[in-house]
């Protein structure tokens, strides 16, 4: 793939996740009955970056869980040779009955992840809501799923890739659009 354009710097990341974590203040009144659900895997070191930047502005930090959609996709990829699926664990800490959950993920393409996403938590219970937080939205929806809170709404082609890269997994924070080869 041959990368087209940067989208979002470091600096502007940072700046979209201010902005998100001060939307879900101002939509939520606050951080009472909230928690952050990333999925796994870019959405959760966002997550985690979206309550440090809450925990800054209220005072209160939200607990972080990790969800993984693996085996709730339902065009489930198998990874190694026995044909197993690679799963990687989901962590919520505690029921997420009657909680108000922020769903975040890097970026929102067909809505399938997050129908996937959605349905796993249903397996830990039932929140009073879900919200939708990504960093991008690049459009093409194939369900009617639609993001809360968006860092950046990036228009593309089919033919279009979005690359997110992340500190915490990629040692640099960059979002960019490659073209598929």
Not at 2 to 29: P, S
Request: net charge negative; aromatic share 2%.
């Amino acid at each position: 793939m041959e990368q087209k354009a940067i989208v979002l710097d470091d600096a502007a990341i940072r700046r979209a996740l201010t902005r998100i974590a001060h939307e879900i203040l101002e939509k939520n009144k606050g951080v009472e009955g909230l928690t952050l659900v990333g999925i796994k895997t870019r959405g959760v070191p966002l997550a985690k970056r979206l309550a440090e930047k809450i925990a800054q502005i209220e005072g209160v930090t939200l607990s972080v869980g990790e969800v993984d959609i693996t085996l709730y996709r339902d065009d489930l990829t198998k990874n190694n040779e026995n044909e197993e699926p690679e799963l990687k664990g989901t962590n919520l800490e505690g029921k997420l009955d009657n909680k108000k959950v922020i769903l975040v993920d890097d970026v929102l393409y067909t809505g399938r992840t997050v129908r996937a996403a959605m349905d796993a938590m249903m397996d830990h219970g039932r929140p009073s809501q879900i919200q939708l937080a990504v960093l991008v939205d690049r459009g093409h929806r194939e369900l009617p799923i639609r993001a809360d809170y968006v860092g950046k709404n990036v228009p593309t082609s089919q033919d279009e890739v979005i690359g997110v890269k992340l500190q915490e997994s990629d040692k640099q924070d960059e979002v960019s659009i490659y073209t598929k080869e």
